[in-house]
């Protein structure tokens, strides 16, 4: 109940200074919008490079998706081994 009190006299007590200093408001926004343009940007930049780069790398993905796909197979066979021996030994007196 606390919280909710809290976050409602927050939220008036922002929307009021929103209100009276709606300039600055846009002011701050105007700084700060070329700023994430230009570090989301990067961030694109930086991973359409990384995923070039994967690309340049040729079918080795395949490779290792097959050799995935066996160990996968592996360790369902091994943990069926397990389930096995251990409804074994819970039979066990």
Partial sequence: MKTLIGGAIAAALGLLGLGFWFGEFLQ????????????????????GFDE??????????????????TEVEKYKKEIDELKEEIESLKKKP
């Fill in 28 to 47: 701050i926004l105007k700084g700060i919008i070329p700023v994430m343009l230009l570090l989301a940007g990067c961030l694109a930049i930086y991973l």
């Fill in 52 to 69: 070039l780069k994967e690309t340049w790398k040729g079918n080795d993905t395949d490779d290792t998706l097959v050799e995935a796909d």
